[in-house]
Structure formats: C-alpha cells, structure tokens
C-alpha cells in the first residue's frame, strides 16, 4: 500500500556532516508512517562526504549553497525554495536519530492545537541522559548566572531555572510549554514561521532558536516541549574541534540577544554589565574548558 504523504518538510543543515549524516536521513522513514519531503542544505563542505551520502539517497533534495550561511539563514534558504504544500518545517541536526514514530508524534500533537507556533521533541545525549532542551527565555539574571556558572557550578539556582531541567527530565508523558525550544530539533508550523520572517540571519551560530522561541511567543504562539516523541543527538559534531572560534560566536550571540531584549538608551548599563560578565565566563571557562 503507498504511503500517505505528511505537509512535513524536514531540513537538516549540513558542514562537514557525512560521517553522522546517513543515520540521520535514515531514521525518517522509521519515525513515521507517511512520506515527508528531506531537504539537506550543505553550507560549504569542501569535501564529497554529504554528497556521497545524498547522492544514495534519490528521494533527498540537495542544495549547495557555496558558502557557509550560518544556520539559521540556511535554513530560511530551504523554507524560501519549498512549494506552499508544506506546512511544517521539521528543523535538525544532521547528527540527530530519529526513534520510531517521533515524527508522527509531533504532527499528531502539533495538528491537535491550531495555537502551536513551534513543537520540539524529548532530545536524548549520546549518553542516554535528556538533554535540557525545553527551557525559559534568557533574562539578565538567568542569562548572566547561567553564563558565569553552568561550567563551574552546574547546579547553581541560575542555571536549573534557565535550562527548566528538572521539569523536561520528569515529564515521562505529554507536553508542556516552554520560552523557547532547542534548534537541534524543533518543527515550526510555516505560517508562523513566515511571520516572523523566518530565523533572524544575524545570528550565524547559537541562540538562532532563542529568539525564533521569543519572537514566536510575542505573536501569541505557544512553543510545546512534547516528551512522547524522542529522538537521539549526537552534539557539536561539526564545531567540536574548534571550541575556542565557536565560544567566540556564542558569546556574540548571546550579546546580540539580551543587546537586543535590554535595548533602551538607559539600559545601556545593563549591555556593558552583559559584555563584563561574558567576559568572566572567558576566564572561568579557561580555568576549568571541559564540564
């Protein structure tokens, strides 16, 4: 019997990805009953490891963009280039496995709801422990304590009430609202996506999916955490091996973003306080690099 087809479109964003790519793209068909379009945008690999991958794949649709967008924007280069049948946009990490039924889970869940702006699943670490990716939008108190300490002191009050840790990791079942939802795996539903332009470009790398969560919420759309659906992540695949470069673009992220939310005249304290304590993260992390 053929396959239903879901209004899903899944794009994964690749740099360097193949050695993690195929089991990712392998992994759909399992995690629903239905076909969904795939969308791998490359953003400057400059050997043929996605290509090969892609390449034994005939269903995948392949953009090479010729430069590294960033990932947010490579994203929004995908969304421009699909037909108007896809009504949600899955958004992944190349090193991301979906377990069975995980995309089914989401769009039942997401369809039930005409509220639902954004709609991310249980994210599980190479490990097997969850991974924190529901969680409360930065404020400057959270922000900063969170930035000074996660490293040094991984439990400290900033830090769990950021990450909302303790309610992503006992919610076995159903969902709960959140401020924002992790990029790694997140499905937008397209109007809602389109309406806030898609993800802002300015940010090349990091907190992408923290303003896509605000600017969602300040349109009246709720971001739903979903612990029945699950899917397994390998992590910082494609920056691991330039720690010191991609903390330099997170910290001009998360500059941009409370810069942004503080951006008032007379907050302008409070953007010097955010560069003083980045800056103190830097130092922190140079005492102790590794959690």
């Known amino acids: 019997m ?5 209004p899903i479109a899944v794009v994964v964003v690749t740099h360097f990805s193949g050695e993690v790519l195929r089991a990712c793209l392998e992994s759909v068909p399992e995690a629903t009953e239905h076909d969904v379009r795939i969308v791998v945008v490359d953003n400057a690999t400059t050997d043929d490891s996605v290509r090969t991958v892609v390449e034994r794949l005939p269903h995948v649709v392949f953009h090479e963009t010729g430069e590294n967008l960033g990932y947010g924007k490579a994203v929004n280069y995908a969304v421009d280039r699909l037909g108007p049948e896809y ?3 899955l958004v992944t990490n190349p090193d991301t496995v979906f ?5 089914d889970a989401l769009y039942q869940a997401a369809t039930t709801d005409a509220g639902i ?6 994210i599980l670490d190479s490990d097997g422990t969850i991974y924190p990716s529901a969680r409360a939008l930065p404020s400057l108190g959270t922000g900063i ?5 996660a490293h040094v002191w991984p439990g400290n009050p900033w830090s769990r009430r950021y990450r909302q840790s303790r309610a992503v990791e006992t919610l076995e079942h159903g969902s709960m609202t959140a401020g924002w939802l992790s990029g790694a795996c997140v499905m937008v ?11 802002d470009e300015r940010y090349f790398m990091y907190f ?7 600017s969602l919420g300040r349109l009246g759309w709720t971001n739903v955490y979903l612990a029945d659906a699950v899917v397994s992540h390998l992590g910082g695949h494609s920056t691991r091996l330039a720690s010191a470069r991609m903390l330099a673009v997170h910290h001009r992220s998360a500059y941009l973003y409370l810069a942004q939310k503080y951006g008032a005249w007379y907050q302008a304290p409070v953007r010097a306080a955010v560069r003083v304590g980045l800056g103190a993260r830097v130092a922190l992390m140079r005492l102790r690099p590794h959690r």
């Open 117 to 122: 702006g954004s709609i991310g699943p249980r």
């Open 2 to 6: 053929a396959r239903s087809t879901l």
């Open 99 to 103: 377990l069975p039924g995980s995309i």
């Open 87 to 89: 009504e949600w946009i």
């Open 189 to 199: 539903r397209r109007t809602a996506f389109e309406q806030i332009g898609g993800f």
């Open 145 to 149: 304590g969170h930035a000074l300490l």
């Open 208 to 214: 992408e999916d923290v303003q896509l969560g605000d």
